[in-house]
Nanobody, 125 residues
Framework: VQLQASGGGLVQAGGSLRLSCAAA???????????LGWFRQAPGKKREGVSC????????HYADSVKGRFTISRDNAKDTVYLQMNALKLEDTAVYYC????????????????WGQGTLVTVSS
């Protein structure tokens, strides 16, 4: 599968952005508990799994830091996953990467491998 993230930019705190992840060759991820999602990495910080949507049943997962503010969705016809980010905070500034994720035994795991360049989100005060 190939993933292409887009939609980042500069936004003021409290504002909104919508990220897109276009997936090519993702047919294999309609099975089991795999899905597509996002992780982010801010300068000097560890990578953080942000959100995941499971292909088979549309189940979603969010990091505690974004719950209530971010919404993940998908358009199966376009093989695209979206991340609507509202009420953005300074601490949301990071490069956001589209990735695959896996739900297993009640937990969600993100692949922090090389899935492309990511898209930069900068939140200003």
């Amino acid at each position: 599968v190939q993933l292409q993230a887009s939609g980042g930019g500069l936004v003021q705190a409290g504002g909104s952005l919508r990220l897109s992840c276009a997936a090519a060759g993702s047919a294999g991820f309609t099975q089991d508990n795999y899905g597509l999602g996002w992780f982010r990495q801010a300068p000097g910080k560890k990578r953080e799994g942000v959100s995941c949507i499971i292909a088979r049943d549309g189940g979603t997962h969010y990091a505690d830091s974004v719950k209530g503010r971010f919404t993940i969705s998908r358009d199966n016809a376009k093989d695209t996953v979206y991340l609507q980010m509202n009420a953005l905070k300074l601490e949301d500034t990071a490069v956001y990467y589209c990735t695959i994720c896996l739900r297993s035994r009640g937990s969600v795991y993100y692949d922090y491998g090389d899935w492309g360049q990511g898209t930069l989100v900068t939140v200003s005060s």
